[in-house]
């Protein structure tokens, strides 16, 4: 996934902004299996293995409008982050709301079976709110320290160059 990423962005650090917002997938889904007392089951990773396509669409959108911003409108990355946000809120939310709208019908299901599905659903619900609310909060500020880190790294390489 870092590869794909790296290739598409062209860049060492832009796939770790999006890829950061996975773990927080990872855990609300874990914890929300903890809180109704179930077992992390193979139909539970199934589960997480949704909510890392649809976290990582997510951090995709804000960082794609965030370099398109900074280059086509020479936004500094603060302002290009800040405008990300703002922009993306909506179809973020959209497609949040409307994964975890669609799971609930697995997290109540009632009848023949449904220890079966639960999981799926359990592990959907709990993960995305996790994540939601983290990821509007740290990708930003993931972007922006990673930002730093390169044009810190560029000026190294300069130094070394010069001497």
């Known amino acids: 996934m870092y590869i794909v990423l790296g290739m598409l962005y062209e860049s060492y650090m832009h796939p770790l902004t999006i890829l950061s917002t996975l773990p927080s997938a990872g855990v609300g889904a874990l914890l929300a299996l903890m809180l109704v007392g179930m077992e992390?089951?193979?139909?539970?990773?199934?589960?997480?293995?949704?909510?890392i396509g649809i976290v990582k669409k997510n951090a995709i959108m804000m960082v794609d409008f965030a370099l398109q911003a900074e280059r086509n409108q020479g936004l500094s990355p603060r302002d290009a982050i800040y405008q990300a946000c703002l922009t993306r809120f909506r179809p973020i939310m959209m497609t949040t709301l409307s994964a975890m709208f669609g799971a609930l019908p697995l997290v109540f299901a009632t009848g023949a079976g449904v220890e079966l599905r639960q999981p799926l659903g359990v592990t959907i619900v709990g993960g995305l709110v996790v994540s939601q609310v983290l990821t509007l909060y740290t990708t930003p500020v993931v972007y922006l320290y990673l930002d730093r880190l390169r044009h810190w790294a560029a000026r190294r390489r300069a130094a070394r160059q010069s001497s």
């Open 40 to 51: 992390f089951s193979l139909i539970a990773l199934i589960g997480v293995f949704l909510l």
